[in-house]
């Protein structure tokens, strides 16, 4: 499976646990099971900010590649600047709330 697939899957099932946190948070097994794709989302937010991969620069190549006549780009690829800083901030932020919890 794909890195980028496996971090939006992560990603639904974050925010899945997150619109139940009430169950979430009373429940040891869930906080385990939600911690999971929420830290790996932090790490790999922070394995593209650092690492050698550029998803903007291979999305727009691969776009050009496979739609030749097109001048411009989607207004979607805008996201694909700033999905590692999304995925960085929502790890981090429910990886704090999910540790915080299992500390109670």
């Known amino acids: 499976m794909n890195p980028l697939i496996l971090s939006l899957i992560c990603l ?61 780009l989607p207004i979607v690829f805008i996201l694909l600047k700033f999905y590692q800083y999304i995925l960085i901030i929502v790890g981090a932020v429910f990886s704090y709330l999910f540790v915080r919890y299992l500390k109670k």
């Open 12 to 72: 639904i099932l974050v925010a899945a646990s997150g619109n139940f946190l009430s169950f979430v948070k009373n429940n040891k097994t869930s906080l385990y099971l939600s911690l999971i794709p929420s830290t790996y989302i932090l790490i790999y937010g922070f394995y593209l900010t650092l690492g050698p991969v550029d998803l903007y620069e291979d999305g727009t190549k691969n776009f050009f590649i496979r739609n030749p006549k097109e001048k411009e």
